[in-house]
């Protein structure tokens, strides 16, 4: 359907410079301080009606803001890696975000930029058994503190729309484990958690907010996945090798909407199988791909419960012109 904001200039500019300093007195440990400067200019329709009845008039906006942070890297002993960072950071909102997609979500070119404190650890261990068994393992937490939070709802006519919501704080952790011997065989998994909740406590019209300590609704906050693969080596020639590999990825059930405000719609908990198989000729000269991704059929779904691409099969012909 158009209107009169169809045909209107939809101009989206982005500007950021940074300037960094890094500081590496020893192998054991260095740090890094920077600066960024964001500068951006927006021109679209804006939605200037007092009634139910949309008229729009095209506004520029322009918006400025210095981020910065400092991180840090040690190295207590040889197959542990420790790093620190903080960052006052800016997301500049996205061209979807400003001015829609023109069937089912709509733009606000009014939109903010998000403002966020956002503290990270991480804690990456590597070691080696002999020569053959390797160990990764990773443990990152992380903690963000954002203003002006933009957050994707659906409004009455049932398309998405994004607004700035106010104050979220999020904590969350990302956990990862493989295991490797030589290049032969590897399996691991990965498991992460984003609790990201309102800490608005007073709605727009200055009550007390029911959604005030609510997990942010239509926002995946447990997932994870799971990974293996296998090499054969010498497969009907002496430089030919076969690779099958196996992908699991599971996301937990979350809310469409405030648990606050009486949710009941959720997106399922969901898992999705994968599996591949290559085989390499003459040292990955010639490489043919075989996919079959959600094999089982799943229902999946993205953040609206529209749903995904059931049970599909790829097939892949790669070749290497020098090798």
């Known amino acids: 359907m158009t209107s009169a904001a169809t045909f209107m200039r939809r101009v989206n500019i982005k500007d950021i410079t940074g300037l960094s300093y890094q500081f590496i007195p020893s192998n054991a440990w260095n740090a890094t301080a920077f600066l960024k400067y964001y500068d951006t200019h927006v021109t679209g329709p804006v939605n200037v009606s007092t009634t139910t009845r949309a008229e729009y008039e095209e506004q520029k906006r322009h918006s400025h803001a210095l981020g910065y942070g400092a991180a840090g890297t040690w190295i207590p002993w040889r197959d542990l890696q420790v790093k620190l960072s903080y960052e006052r950071a800016l997301r500049l909102p996205t061209e979807r975000e400003l001015f829609g997609d023109g069937d089912y979500e709509e733009g606000d070119a ?188 799943s229902l999946l779904y993205d953040n609206y419960s529209l749903q995904k691409p059931g049970r599909n099969f790829a097939v892949k012909f790669r070749y290497v012109w020098a090798k």
Request: proline share 3%.
């Open 110 to 297: 009014v939109l903010k930029p998000e403002k966020s404190n956002n503290v990270n650890l991480n804690l990456n261990y590597e070691h080696t058994i002999g020569s053959d068994h390797s160990i990764v393992a990773e443990l990152g937490l992380n903690y963000r503190n954002v203003q002006d939070y933009i957050i994707r709802t659906i409004n009455s006519k049932g398309v998405a729309v994004s607004t700035n919501h106010g104050h979220v704080v999020g904590k969350g952790f990302d956990a990862t484990l493989h295991y490797i011997y030589k290049d032969i065989f590897s399996i691991g998994g990965n498991y992460s958690m984003q609790n990201m909740r309102n800490r608005e406590r007073h709605n727009s019209n200055g009550a007390p907010s029911v959604t005030y300590n609510n997990r942010v609704p239509n926002l995946p906050y447990a997932f994870g996945n799971m990974d293996a693969s296998c090499t054969f080596k010498r497969v009907l020639g002496k430089y030919n090798k076969l690779t099958i590999g196996y992908d699991m990825r599971y996301v937990h059930r979350f809310y469409r909407s405030w648990l606050g405000d009486g949710a009941k719609l959720y997106v399922p908990e969901q898992y999705s199988h994968d599996a591949n198989l290559t085989y390499s000729i003459y040292g990955g000269r010639y490489n043919i791909s075989f996919e079959a991704n959600n094999f089982t059929n």
